[in-house]
């Protein structure tokens, strides 16, 4: 009997059913995707990090080295578990030509390195992860290459610098643990060691990796500290394994979160949708429910009976959800396997995804258990004698429709049902509100991402381009003929130099610790502060988020900081955003030792009618080998592949969304169509037409999706904001604002999700037929 029941019921609700099951399915798809997306690069970087033998320390260095040194301080640190120096030759981008590519990356902001592979550990691998080894002649260039430039095995590499020209043939691709991420601004191509030492000669210059395994991971900010206040080499920046990690998890690991964000959201309007769902059915077979209650059938059975048909749906919806999402899992996965590879597969990896469906089903089938709860209220009596559940209390308004002023008298009677019915309606608003939240958020956080002013969040002053001078011979006379030559540009209309340096600051725990400052006048060029704002004098500094962080430092806080041989006491007069050198940063108006400087950066503006490429070309040219940069070009290199996939995810909020608010729309006027049968009726016998009653139900949609339009922008630029914020406190930009576009936020995506609500209302009360009046009023 139950079968026949649920089966009778299915076919008289077919649409009804098909809308609910689709939104479970989805909720089930993407809790199974994303649940998926964090097993599978969970378990890719642990893979790699393994199979790559991942330094736990490393700190770069331009300049002279001394090998007996490191040595030395390698073997009396009983941290230290392995030792190695690379050396990586730092080859120009103009001299290097990719592909079949006529041009060069000169305007890459990539720094490229030609390297050996390394002897012991940080091992380069291939695509299938296994050490890679070049022949003379070949090369393997960065994954980085391969997606950008679309680059495949059997192209070319051109090396030409005048002196001498080398082509080599790709034979495969790099993942290389320490500059995998597009926002790593630095790549190693792996070359033979014949080629090495020929490119040695004639090209470029030699950087080294000083690099280090340590045998107790947990003591590695104790390893770190030692470092530092020895007098080991230090010009360049020092990374180590957690930010190794974070940084090759931070393009997926967004992604993920912004799919468990859209999940739990859809889960939401999920049950919202069965609520509505279970009370139309309840609506419908009211009658019916009294008549089962009074021939003995008890509550329990009654119960079953609806829930039956739920189990059935739940179930059926989840386990297609999952089978689903092991191929659409492939559109989100695919980063992943390309940067990282796959790891082999671990019993949790099929078990996870199965539970987080298994929990939406759980979640449904709880929620279907207290909307049930209904029957507990339904008396024989009553459910016989008038066949409805009847209005709710709220309905009783004291708004009369002989008091309106001015108003027509549709949109009265839509305002009215809407203030008598807040709590019905309201559950209709609340779902609009997350419609329109799930496409506002990830919109917003693609646009900021987008933003020529996201380069704020870098520890950098917006301008028009940048100009970076590498530590080589003659770099301080370079630098000041590049200021002389900028002093007397007419096109430039303004530049700011700055400097940045290696100082020993005073940690807390006594110890000396380096510290990267950047030196030169701010207010040029200014950043934006989380707190404070620009050191304006030689007893001040600023310091990036993760640094105050770390040393527990708020505004007006003092600092002691080693400057030309004696301690200087400096207050701190700002705290910034920074996601650059892992976010450990500082800015102060100090006098520098040209001998600690680790780079030198020119930050300019060109007059308006000045083109910047062509001024980028001439001082390119005119101070090669600096790396000149227009900053637009330098934020889609190193985020494009973030941006690629949150364009991914932002496309299928915004179908999901539209989606759920067309099926919501029309599954809440069928149920209120039903509900309102006889006031329907009522409405016609009094001389109402139907294109009358259809504008009062347009007025109350309209109503509930602007209200919700508006709620539903407030929180996203609220909580959506707070949102983004948790995503950039893990790469030291914390306050992340959001870059709205206001004629798509606020006017194209509200008018066109009004306009599918409008467009749904008259559709769905078409159904509204003349006939059957009298038939209505009897009933």
């Known amino acids: 009997m139950l079968l026949q029941i649920v089966k009778k019921d299915f076919q008289r609700n077919k649409i009804i059913t098909i809308v609910l099951f689709i939104f479970m399915m989805l909720s089930a798809l993407l809790a199974a995707c994303a649940s998926q997306v964090i097993m599978e690069l969970s378990g890719s970087l642990s893979n790699l990090l393994d199979k790559s033998k991942a330094p736990h320390f490393v700190q770069m260095h331009a300049g002279p080295i001394d090998n007996a040194g490191i040595q030395k301080f390698a073997s009396t640190n009983p941290l230290v578990k392995k030792q190695q120096t690379v050396e990586m030759l730092r080859i120009d981008g103009s001299s290097v030509v990719l592909g079949n590519n006529n041009k060069s990356e000169e305007n890459s902001v990539m720094d490229i390195g030609f390297v050996r592979q390394n002897p012991s550990f940080d091992l380069l691998l291939n695509l299938e992860n296994q050490v890679i080894r070049v022949s003379e002649g070949e090369i393997a260039v960065p994954i980085y290459y391969k997606k950008e430039n679309n680059l495949n095995i059997g192209d070319q590499v051109t090396l030409s610098n005048g002196q001498l020209d080398k082509k080599f043939i790709v034979t495969d691709f790099v993942r290389d643990i320490q500059m995998n991420p597009a926002i790593v601004s630095s790549k190693r191509f792996v070359v033979n060691d014949t080629d090495y030492n020929a490119l040695k000669k004639n090209h470029g210059e030699v950087e080294y990796l000083i690099e280090f395994q340590i045998t107790d991971l947990s003591r590695l900010s104790e390893f770190r500290n030692a470092y530092q206040s020895s007098d080991m080499p230090g010009k360049g920046p020092m990374i180590d394994y957690p930010l190794f990690k974070t940084l090759n998890a931070l393009t997926d690991g967004i992604i993920a979160v912004v799919i468990i964000l859209v999940s739990i959201l859809l889960m939401i309007i999920a049950t919202l949708c069965l609520r509505f769902t279970m009370i139309a059915t309840l609506e419908e077979d009211y009658r019916e429910i009294g008549v089962m209650k009074a021939i003995g059938i008890s509550q329990r059975d009654i119960r079953r009976i609806y829930l039956a048909k739920y189990l059935v749906m739940a179930a059926c919806a989840s386990l297609l959800g999952y089978l689903l999402s092991l191929g659409v899992v492939r559109l989100f996965t695919a980063n992943i ?443």
């Open 337 to 779: 396997t390309l940067y990282l590879g796959t790891a082999p597969k671990t019993i949790l990896q099929p078990i996870v995804p199965v539970l987080a469906v298994g929990l939406i089903f759980g979640m449904i089938m709880f929620f279907c258990r207290v909307i049930l709860r209904r029957f507990n209220r339904i008396t024989v009596v009553e459910a016989l004698r008038s066949g409805t559940v009847g209005e709710l209390k709220g309905n009783k308004s004291r708004i009369v429709l002989s008091k309106r002023r001015h108003i027509n008298v549709n949109v009265f009677l839509g305002l009215k049902d809407v203030y008598g019915r807040l709590t019905m309606f309201g559950l209709l608003f609340f779902v609009f509100v997350i419609c329109l939240f799930i496409i506002l958020v990830p919109v917003n956080l693609l646009n900021t991402i987008q933003s020529p002013r996201f380069i704020s969040y870098m520890g950098v002053g917006q301008s028009d381009m940048r100009i970076d001078l590498q530590p080589s011979d003659q770099i301080e006379k370079r630098f000041n003929e590049l200021i002389t030559t900028l002093n007397k540009d007419p096109d430039i209309a303004k530049f700011s130099p700055l400097i940045t340096s290696r100082f020993k600051m005073l940690g807390s725990d006594g110890i000396w610790e380096n510290i990267n400052v950047e030196t030169g006048d701010f207010s040029i060029f200014p950043l934006t502060y989380v707190n404070g704002g620009t050191p304006e004098s030689g007893d001040e500094i600023a310091l990036s988020d993760l640094n105050a962080k770390e040393w527990n430092k708020r505004v007006g806080d003092n600092v002691l900081l080693e400057v030309d041989g004696t301690s200087k006491k400096l207050t701190v007069s700002g705290i910034y955003q920074d996601i650059t050198n892992g976010g450990r940063t500082a800015k102060a108006r100090l006098p520098y030792d040209p001998k600690s400087v680790l780079w030198y950066i020119v930050a300019l503006d060109v007059n308006p009618n000045v083109s910047v490429q062509e001024k980028m070309d001439q001082y390119a040219k005119l101070f090669y080998p600096a790396k000149v940069t227009h900053l637009d070009s330098y934020l889609s290199q190193t985020l494009g592949n973030t941006i690629r996939q949150l364009k991914l995810v932002t496309g299928l909020s915004i179908a999901i969304s539209i989606s759920i608010s067309v099926l919501i729309t029309a599954l809440f006027l069928k149920m209120l169509l039903a509900k309102d049968v006889s006031q329907i009726a009522i409405l016609r016998s009094i001389g109402f037409t139907l294109e009358d009653i259809r504008k009062q139900y347009q007025v109350r949609l309209l109503l509930v999706s602007g209200l919700g339009i508006i709620l539903g922008t407030f929180a996203a630029n609220t909580i959506g904001q707070k949102f983004a914020q948790l995503l950039g406190f893990f790469m030291g930009a914390s306050n992340i604002q959001f870059v709205v576009n206001p004629l798509i936020a606020y006017l194209v995506l509200p008018l066109f999700f009004m306009l599918i609500v409008a467009l749904t209302t008259v559709v769905s009360t078409i159904s509204m037929k003349k006939s059957n009046l009298s038939k209505l009023i009897v009933e």
